[in-house]
């Protein structure tokens, strides 16, 4: 695709479907797994060493950052006039970083 | 009858204010009759633009109490009750000339930029394509041209969009609803360039789908579904590196 709009587009159609359907997995598991009471050592039991949920959690994380930065890009544009290749690059480093952080969560509940 | 209250923007590129005006109300009469009245008996250096008068030339759109309309096809009863104050102003979203007159310029040169006149496929010199092209009145693509291409260019689309007001390099609907006519033309071939021209923050990638326009339209075109099949057109063709 020609113009970064256009791939940014993209990125964020897809993150969004993506995010609909995790946020959806997201809350059955947590509706499921508080039945019942909920403490920490118990979803820790569950998160430890369990690569699919770490997966789930980072590939959630990456996309609510990529997301995230894009839609704020798009306002920023917008209302304040922030535009440009510069700009363009902040918001990419700002969503992943997001995302750093997320992951970096989802790792500590993996491995610690 | 009462005479109608009239309140019309006056001034130019430097600024201006509201100047108030009383007309005869009459049982029938549009809103161009009453800016017609006015400079006729009241106003003669009151600028506005008008031709056929019956909905088909698109020069007549202003703001009328706040919303973009052909002032020859919207009838005074229809935007005020009675006793109402009546708020005329030149079309949002383009430089003003004088008083009414908008200067259309940008709003054409948009349309220039989104490629929007059509380029014969098999003639890249301009002359007639030896062949004609078969184009079945029910292809799909035919009914995508046909939805779009009864435009007029009147503008009311253009100054009813807040992306365009918001991003001066928004080509707005009016010109991605003439390419999306384009792109289904199968006679054309420039969508290589015309893509290029509709995609990202300048283009198809900017719009809201909030429909203004497709509600404001007085041709009742439905330029917001047209930039949806742009949008939609881009993805799957990068996606499948067809681009
Ligand atoms: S649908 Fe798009 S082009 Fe139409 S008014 Fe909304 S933002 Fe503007
Ligand atoms: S799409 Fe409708 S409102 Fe927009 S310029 Fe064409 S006729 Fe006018
Ligand atoms: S004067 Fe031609 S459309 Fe109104």
Partial sequence: MGAPGARLWAVQRITAAFLGLAVVVHLVTIMLAVRGGLSATEILERTRGATL???????????????????????AGEWL???????????????????????????????G | MADLKIRIWRGDATGGAMEDFSVP???????????????REQAPDLAYRFACRVGMC??????VNGRARWTCRTHVKRVAAPGEVVEIRPLANLPV??????????????????????????????SVPA????????SKQRMEADAGIECIGCGVCYASCDIVAWNKDYLGPAAMNRAWTLVNDVRDGGNKAR?????????????????????????????????????????????????
């Fill in chain 1, 81 to 111: 006039g922030w535009r440009g290749r510069r700009m363009d690059g902040l918001w990419l480093a700002i969503g992943l970083l997001t995302a750093a952080f997320g992951i970096r969560a989802a790792w500590g509940l993996y491995h």
């Fill in chain 2, 25 to 39: 109300a009459r049982e029938n009469q549009t809103i161009l009759d009453v800016v017609t009245q006015i400079q």
């Fill in chain 2, 131 to 138: 062949e004609f092209s078969v184009v079945p009145p029910n």
């Fill in chain 2, 195 to 243: 893509l290029d021209a509709v995609s990202g923050d300048a283009g198809c990638h900017s719009c809201h789908s909030t429909q203004s326009c497709t509600e404001r339209c007085p041709k009742n075109l439905d330029p917001s579904s047209a930039i949806a099949g742009l949008k939609r057109k881009l993805f799957w063709d990068s996606l499948l590196g067809r681009r």
């Fill in chain 2, 97 to 126: 000339i004088r008083d009414l007159a908008t200067d259309m310029a940008p709003f054409f040169d948009k349309w220039a930029k989104a490629q929007g006149s059509f380029q014969p496929k098999d003639a890249p010199d301009g």
């Fill in chain 2, 58 to 63: 698109g020069s007549c759109a202003m703001e």
């Fill in chain 1, 53 to 75: 949920w770490f997966g789930f959690y980072a590939a959630f994380a990456l996309c609510a950052g990529l997301h995230g930065a894009i839609g704020l890009r798009n306002i």
